[in-house]
């Protein structure tokens, strides 16, 4: 459950393409990004048929004038030069706007759904196995798409059993075991809790009782082992002293942290 105040916008990414069908543009699929500015424009043809008939009606009149101010504030001017300029950036050439939405494969109407979901500008993004049947190069579209959003300053929560996909769009991390969480944290802290892979080539020498070290497997002059953050230093200073003429540490990745928890 997730509660939210009302005034905090949330966008959720539908990626059920079976769900959504329509013969209207792609243009104006987009375009229902905007709402609020449907929603005023709808008030202001409302107005105008009254003011047909009553045109001297102060009350309509003025009415009508925040209409306008609202519109306007809803981005109803430019709704549709937006929507286009996204589409555009998304790969879809100007004609193509015109086009019916079911008209499209399914890779670019999940590039419409995108546009539309950038559109709106969310405050609050929910992401629920997003990425799921999604081919290579809409991985990248889509990823580039929520980063604009995260720079933008929206929230971003993103569910995922693709751990690299976690790794690369995320600040913070929960790992979720049988139902209940296990580990929570910015993927720099859970690092720190982790161990990291050390390969070094340099001649044999006694680094198991260095505190954090541990899994040492030595096959001629090259060491391999696991090190924690805190054992770093001192490892790294005995490799040092050993005079160690290649050295690779390398940081665990969300998978190694997941199946260490």
Same mark, same amino acid.
């Given at each position: 459950?997730?509660?939210?105040?009302?005034?905090?916008?949330?966008?959720?990414?539908?990626?059920?393409?079976?769900?959504?069908?329509?013969?209207?543009?792609?243009?104006?699929?987009?375009?229902?990004?905007?709402?609020?500015?449907?929603?005023?424009?709808?008030?202001?043809?409302?107005?105008?048929?009254?003011?047909?008939?009553?045109?001297?009606?102060?009350?309509?009149?003025?009415?009508?004038?925040?209409?306008?101010?609202?519109?306007?504030?809803?981005?109803?001017?430019?709704?549709?030069?937006?929507?286009?300029?996204?589409?555009?950036?998304?790969?879809?050439?100007?004609?193509?706007?015109? @086009?019916?939405?079911? #008209?499209?494969? =399914?890779?670019?109407?999940?590039?419409?759904? $995108? %546009?539309?979901?950038?559109?709106? +500008?969310?405050?609050?993004?929910?992401?629920?196995?997003?990425?799921?049947?999604?081919?290579?190069?809409?991985?990248?579209?889509?990823?580039?798409?929520?980063?604009?959003?995260?720079?933008?300053?929206?929230?971003?929560?993103?569910?995922?059993?693709?751990?690299?996909?976690?790794?690369?769009?995320?600040?913070?991390?929960?790992?979720?075991?049988?139902?209940?969480?296990?580990?929570?944290?910015?993927?720099?802290?859970?690092?720190?809790?982790?161990?990291?892979?050390?390969?070094?080539?340099?001649?044999?020498?006694?680094?198991?009782?260095?505190?954090?070290?541990?899994?040492?497997?030595?096959?001629?002059?090259?060491? @391999?082992?696991?090190? #924690?953050?805190? =054992?770093?230093?001192?490892?790294?200073?005995? $490799? %040092?002293?050993?005079?160690?003429? +290649?050295?690779?540490?390398?940081?665990?990745?969300?998978?190694?942290?997941?199946?260490?928890?």
């Amino acid at each position: 459950v997730i509660n939210k105040p009302k005034d905090v916008s949330l966008g959720f990414f539908n990626q059920d393409l079976l769900s959504f069908s329509t013969n209207d543009s792609i243009l104006k699929v987009g375009m229902q990004a905007f709402e609020k500015a449907h929603e005023v424009e709808r008030k202001m043809e409302k107005l105008i048929k009254e003011l047909e008939t009553n045109p001297n009606d102060e009350e309509l009149l003025d009415d009508y004038s925040h209409a306008l101010h609202d519109f306007e504030v809803a981005g109803g001017y430019e709704m549709e030069h937006r929507t286009a300029e996204v589409l555009e950036g998304l790969g879809f050439s100007t004609a193509d706007l015109q @086009r019916p939405y079911d #008209t499209f494969s =399914g890779g670019w109407r999940m590039r419409v759904l $995108l %546009a539309k979901m950038m559109l709106q +500008q969310p405050e609050l993004l929910l992401l629920d196995e997003p990425t799921s049947g999604l081919d290579p190069l809409m991985e990248v579209v889509f990823r580039e798409c929520v980063s604009e959003a995260h720079a933008r300053g929206c929230t971003v929560l993103l569910s995922s059993h693709i751990l690299s996909e976690v790794e690369a769009l995320c600040d913070r991390v929960t790992i979720v075991r049988a139902g209940k969480r296990v580990v929570h944290g910015s993927l720099a802290d859970m690092r720190g809790l982790a161990t990291s892979r050390v390969v070094a080539t340099l001649s044999p020498c006694n680094v198991t009782e260095i505190d954090g070290v541990s899994d040492v497997h030595w096959q001629g002059e090259t060491l @391999r082992c696991q090190v #924690t953050a805190a =054992g770093i230093p001192a490892l790294l200073a005995v $490799l %040092a002293y050993h005079n160690a003429k +290649q050295l690779t540490v390398q940081p665990p990745s969300l998978e190694e942290m997941f199946l260490q928890h």
